[in-house]
Every structure is written in C-alpha cells, then in structure tokens.
C-alpha cells in the first residue's frame, strides 16, 4: 500500500464472479491476491473475516445500493457493504480494513453530490443500522451515527428541546451532518450544526473507538468535526439543545433592489431579531431571478409583533404570515426541491445528475459575485431550480475544519441544479458552468460548502483548508489513519474523483 498521504491507494480486486452466485460464502481474505476467499475455496492461508452481529453484503443489489447518491454523478462500487447492529461491528470491520489496506467509509443518507461516501474497491459501512437515540439530558441529547434528525428531535420535543442549528432534509443523518458541518437557517445566531456539537465516539483508522471532546483527545474532536471521515468515523454525538418554541412564524420580505436586499441581510445578521433567516432568489413568469428575505420568529404572539421587528428594513412588498407549530416548520420547506419521500427521492436520484454547487464569498466581494458571475452567469446556464443567498456572520463558526471566508461577513451562493440522465450535454454545460464559477469563487477568496465540494485537483483541498488547518489535517490524519484507509471519496489524501466518468 502506498505510505503517501497524497497519492491514490492502488485499486484492488476483491471478488470474482462466483461471488454473484446465491450459494457464495465469503468467509475471508487473502492478503496475497487481495480478494475475498468463499467457503470451500481456500487452498492457501487467508485471513478470516472477523465475527460481526451484523449483516455484511456482498451482492450486487446491496454494493449497487451505496453507489448512488444525491448527485449521481461519481459511482464508485465498492466490494462489500457492512450493516452494523452495534458499535463493536464498526470496530471489527475498520480493524480488518486497516490489516489489509482496504478503504472504507460510512454512509448515511448518501445527501452528497460528488461521491464522498463511496469507497471504490472497498467497503462501505451503512449506518442506517446504528439509528438509536441513546439519551437525552437536560441540554444535550446522545444519537449514533445513522439516526436521522428527525428521529432525534421527535425524541428531544417530547422533553420540550431542540438542537439549535437542524439542516434543511430531516431524513439526513446525524453522523453525516456532523461530518459535513452543516449549517441551517439558524446559523446567524448559532453557526454550523457542528458548533453545538459537544462530545464524539469516534473509530480511528486503526480501529481505536474513542470518545472525545473539547477536554478529552481535542486534537481527535476538532479534526472529525466537519471532518469528512479523514480521522474518525463517528458512531456516537452529543449535542447541545436549547428549549423548543410551541411556534414560528414566518414571512417573505420581496425586493427589487439588490444593494437594500444584501444591506438588510447584514443588519438582521448583526442585530439578530429574527430566529430564522434566509435570502435567496425566485424566478418570476419572465425567467428573472427576484431576491427575497424570509424572516421568522420564534417569540412574536402576533402578525403586528412580527411588522414591528421589521422596522427599518427596505424592502418593496412583502407575502401573508405563515404561523406554523415548530415541528411542522421543521419539516415543512419553503422552497427545497427534493421530495420528502423515500421512494420520490429515489426516483429522482436515478433519473436525473445533480452537480449542484455551494461557495461562501467574502462580503466585500460577494454582491459583485452574486450579480456577475451568478445572476449573470451560472444561473442562467440550463436547468437552475433554486438560488438561495444568504448572508453569514463567519465568527458563529468555530470548528476549524468547517472553513469561512477570512471577512466578519460571508455571503453564500447555492445553486440546486438538475439535469435528466438522457440530456448528456445539458449536464456538461452544469459541471463546466459550475467549475467556472468555483474557480472565480477560489480567486474571489471565497470557500465551499463540503457536500456540494465540487474539486478536481486535490491542491483546491490545501487552498481550501490553508496551510495552517492544512497542516494540522495532514498531522491528524498520520496520527489517527496512518494507513489512509478512511473515507477516500472527497479526495483529500487521495485522488479526487473524475466526474467525466
């Protein structure tokens, strides 16, 4: 195996096509032909497969399964797919993984749009198995990795509490919200998801399970929290809750003028009167991006409490109020595109290629931007269902690998783009538009939003991280995977992957 931090992990073959067959037992590895060895096979010494609760899968339907994500762009097969039912399976399997220099990643919801779950040639731990909500306090609430956040906060409203920051799809995983960082439509006030996160159990490249915090192995917790599974695979997170309003309410401020629209963004970001906050763009019946502001509160008793706060604020019209009980505002989205439903999910996932792209752009530069190189120009190439713009106070964000624009300020630029499967040039103009604008992003001086991390050469990942998080991600991932066997997708030790494929 390649001892580089940077170069690709040779690709392996695992299985031959026996393997397909209904009767094949795969009962271990041979570390000399690196493949997996079936029952009645093994005429030379192998290394048997550790014993697992679980269930691992090695047909085609299961590995098919956890090639497809939300972008369905990258498909990276891995040889077999581990289903844990306890901690101890993770353990087990990243111990064996290691031994043998097999990649391996865990899975959630597969929410990412470039491949940053999948493990090609390797295994792929489905975390939907590990869904438990452990415990909840007084102010934290304990969750593995594949419960989803609307399982955990189902849990935590019934004690009458709420993490503060929630992404936008509840059905995303908590383990995978955590990894990417996450932020939300509280994040003015809160930052990223993985701000309010507290303490993590953690399995390191050589198969150590680990708890740690901001007093126990920091250098471990810093370096998972919106780690993307370079250093740890997170089985286990505390997070912090604060008490749950009964209601929001909400509304549409519209504009027609660009300067008052990110103007009045900045000073609700500063002077923090609104729970919920948000800015982004609406095609009107003529095909033009119009800008509005969703405001909303958690504390106003009445539409008047709610006009009083919007005092001094520029904006030309505005829509009716939406009183809406908390949870139904939680799962109720305003403008999301994504079906809600499993089945509708995965309908779109495979008829469509998704190669949407999030950046955060310094203040200073990030109006210009927004006119020039979005309203003028990506959004303008193909199919562009949404463009959301909000603006950010970068000093929310505290965890070191959940990276923000150098200003107090950031504005955000997220475009969900969509082409169907049969319009193959259709997608190329999306990926080269969308690569285009991450390069005017880089020089702008802006950063991307993990998920949607659209990177080609894995020098993008040194400038995304600067050097001296960069170091530190480098130092932390010899300690903690020295055999750089965790989570290839993003490419950050590895090779990116290449989307032409």
């Known amino acids: 195996m390649e001892d580089s931090m940077s170069g690709r992990l040779p690709r392996r073959a695992f299985l031959t096509r026996a393997l397909a067959a209904p009767s094949a037992l795969v009962v271990g590895f041979d570390p000399d032909r690196r493949s997996w060895v079936m029952n009645g096979s093994a005429a030379r010494p192998l290394e048997r497969l550790p ?142 998801l993985v701000d309010m996160v507290t303490e993590l159990d953690v399995v390191s490249g050589e198969g150590r399970l680990t708890t740690c915090s901001a007093d126990r192995e920091p250098e471990l917790f810093e370096m998972v929290l919106a780690g993307l599974g370079q250093c740890g695979l997170i089985v286990r997170a505390r997070i912090g809750l604060i008490p749950a309003p009964d209601q929001v309410v909400r509304q549409n401020l519209l504009y027609d003028d660009l300067d008052r629209f990110y103007a009045d963004q900045q000073r609700l970001v500063e002077d923090g009167r609104f729970e919920h906050l948000e800015g982004r763009f609406i095609k009107d019946s003529a095909g033009r991006w119009r800008p509005r502001i969703e405001v909303g509160s958690f504390s106003a008793s009445s539409d008047a409490e709610l006009t009083k706060r919007q005092d001094g604020l520029r904006f030309t019209s505005r829509e009716a109020t939406v009183h809406l009980p908390y949870w139904k505002y939680l799962t109720t989205k305003s403008f999301v595109p994504i079906p809600t439903e499993q089945p509708e999910r995965d309908e779109m996932r495979v008829s469509r290629r998704n190669p949407s792209v999030v950046t955060w752009l310094p203040w200073s530069r990030g109006q210009s931007f927004i006119q020039e190189h979005v309203l003028n120009g990506a959004a303008t190439v193909g199919d562009t269902w949404v463009f959301a713009s909000s603006v950010m106070d970068t000093a929310r964000f ?13 504005v955000s630029a997220w475009l969900f783009r969509s082409a169907p499967v049969d319009e193959p040039r259709l997608f190329e103009e999306l990926l080269t538009s969308g690569a285009e604008l991450i390069d005017e992003m880089r020089a702008a001086g802006g950063k991307r939003y993990a998920p949607y991390g659209l990177v080609r050469e894995q020098s993008e990942w040194q400038e995304h991280y600067g050097p001296e998080v960069w170091s530190r991600f480098v130092k932390a991932k010899r300690q903690f995977d020295p055999n750089n066997v965790l989570t290839p997708g993003p490419g950050i030790f590895t090779s990116p992957p290449d989307l032409s494929e």
């Open 51 to 192: 014993r697992l609760a679980g269930k691992l899968s090695f047909d085609e339907a299961a590995l098919d399964a956890v090639t497809l994500d939300n972008g369905n762009i990258v498909h990276r097969k891995p040889r077999a797919v581990l289903q844990p039912t306890s901690v101890e399976d993770v353990v087990a399997m990243v111990r064996y993984a290691n031994q043998h220099g097999l990649h391996i990643a865990m899975r959630g919801q597969g929410h990412s749009v470039y491949g940053q779950s999948q493990a090609e040639a390797g295994i792929v731990v489905d975390s939907s198995t590990l869904g438990g909500v452990v415990k909840i306090g007084e102010d934290f609430v304990d969750a593995q990795a594949g419960a989803t956040w609307e399982a955990v906060t189902r849990a935590t409203l019934e004690k009458g509490l709420t993490p503060g920051v929630m992404p936008d799809t509840m059905s995303l995983s908590v383990g995978g919200g955590v990894s990417v960082g996450t932020w939300g439509h509280t994040s003015h006030r809160f930052g990223g």
């Open 398 to 410: 505290t965890r070191p690998l959940f990276k923000m624009p150098s200003e107090r300020l950031a």
